[in-house]
């Protein structure tokens, strides 16, 4: 098999001609390519030299861009496509399977197999492991497509008690302390800092004490759901209903569950669906009901964050060390951990 082309350059939609072979990659758009920071000329002589059918090829070009978009644990990579909420991950290719996991629209996961019927594809997503629909998930190319407009850049946090600072300097204000692990979207890489979007507000942090990268979103436990014992009815039901709104939209000054709302919004919402009416501003609301202790802390519980002096944001306590809350125009209404930044105060709306 002749080969002529060593190399893809990735405009638009580019077509590579590999003998007579006719194979189309996706575009790498303005979004992927600010997120890979790197050219989007894709080295594969090595692999097209020993392709020997279409199927070789693909798999080898596929394996290209994955890699140039640096998407660590996606061999065969799958889009998950939904109109709304989320698709059930179950531990069997049946709708009788145990859920153990749910993951929503354009988050990506890795394809394992095939059922034979073709109706299951058994992935893995994040921790999840398990099977879903097939009709759900785009594969093979149309995925690669897919993923060029959905990867967004993020900054992962490598030590614990990062400062968060409002300006790119060792002399500006600390806007936030946030710990391992925790990944905030980047808006712009410095020479020595990274400015990030800190639930809807700028900040910076150093560049040394964290790994920048490109990532798809994936899916979510369900440990991520779990409540501790001793919990009342209205408190588990405040809980479940607040976590059925995640993907949905932030819109600043919104206190729509459906159409968007920004943090204190979100919050005023589900607490107006249980007859408590709360003011739509975290500050003030940071002064409602009683002030609680993080480790008293029980699903329906508000957590805010901030500084002492200023509270900028607020978000529900669901249980099992995670909060739900909008937090801003790209992400939406999320969950994450009740550490993902430093909670400065904690209070208890509901009475029981």
């Known amino acids: 098999m002749d080969h002529h082309w060593n190399r893809i350059i990735v405009k638009g939609m580019a077509a590579v001609l590999t003998g007579?072979?006719?194979?189309?990659?996706?575009?790498?758009?303005?979004?992927?390519?600010?997120?890979?920071?790197?050219?989007?000329?894709?080295?594969?002589?090595?692999?097209?030299?020993?392709a020997e059918s279409a199927e070789a090829v693909e798999n080898a070009i596929s394996e290209a861009v994955l890699t140039s978009?640096?998407?660590?644990?996606?061999?065969?990579?799958?889009?998950v496509v939904v109109s709304e909420g989320k698709v059930n991950i179950r531990d069997s290719a049946s709708t009788d399977g145990k859920i153990v996991g749910k993951i929503g629209n354009e988050a990506g996961c890795d394809v394992i197999a095939e059922s034979e019927d073709g109706e299951w594809l058994q992935i893995k997503s994040g921790?999840?492991?398990?099977?879903?629909?097939a009709e759900y998930v785009l594969t093979g190319s149309e995925a690669l497509d897919k993923a060029s407009s959905l990867l967004k850049t993020v900054a992962?946090?490598?030590?614990?008690?990062?400062?968060?600072?409002?300006?790119?300097?060792?002399?500006?204000?600390?806007l936030d302390i946030v710990g391992s692990g925790q990944?905030?979207?980047?808006?712009?890489?410095?020479?020595?800092?990274?400015k990030i979007d800190l639930d809807g507000e700028d900040?910076?942090?150093?560049?040394?004490?964290?790994?920048?990268?490109?990532k798809l979103d994936e899916a979510l436990t369900i440990s991520e759901v779990l409540y501790g014992e001793g919990v009342s009815d209205v408190r588990v039901a405040i809980a479940d209903f607040a976590k059925q709104y995640i993907g949905n939209p932030y819109v600043w000054g919104g206190t729509s569950l459906t159409?968007?709302?920004?943090?204190?919004?979100?919050?005023?919402?589900?607490?107006?669906?249980?007859?408590?009416?709360?003011?739509?501003?975290?500050?003030?609301?940071?002064?409602?009901?009683?002030?609680?202790?993080?480790?008293?802390?029980?699903?329906?519980?508000?957590?805010?964050?901030?500084?002492?002096?200023?509270?900028?944001?607020?978000?529900?306590y669901v249980g099992g060390g995670?909060?739900?809350?909008?937090?801003?125009e790209r992400v939406g209404i999320t969950i994450s951990s009740l550490y993902y930044r430093t909670p400065v105060k904690a209070v208890r709306i509901i009475n029981d």
């Not at 005023?268 to 802390?297: E, M, R």
């Open 203 to 214: 900040g910076y942090i150093y560049k040394e004490y964290v790994e920048v990268g490109a």
């Open 322 to 328: 995670q909060v739900v809350h909008a937090s801003n």
């Open 259 to 316: 159409k968007g709302a920004d943090c204190s919004g979100f919050v005023l919402a589900v607490f107006k669906n249980y007859g408590i009416s709360l003011p739509h501003s975290s500050k003030a609301q940071a002064n409602c009901g009683t002030t609680i202790s993080l480790s008293d802390l029980k699903p329906g519980d508000l957590v805010f964050y901030g500084s002492r002096s200023s509270i900028n944001h607020v978000a529900i």
């Open 156 to 174: 992962e946090v490598t030590t614990d008690g990062l400062r968060v600072r409002t300006e790119p300097s060792m002399d500006s204000e600390i």
């Open 183 to 194: 990944s905030f979207d980047v808006i712009e890489e410095l020479d020595e800092w990274v």
């Open 127 to 133: 921790e999840v492991e398990g099977y879903i629909k």
């Open 69 to 79: 978009f640096g998407l660590d644990g996606y061999s065969n990579l799958g889009i």
């Open 20 to 50: 007579t072979i006719l194979i189309a990659v996706p575009a790498l758009d303005a979004q992927a390519s600010g997120a890979l920071g790197s050219s989007t000329t894709i080295g594969i002589t090595g692999q097209l030299a020993q």
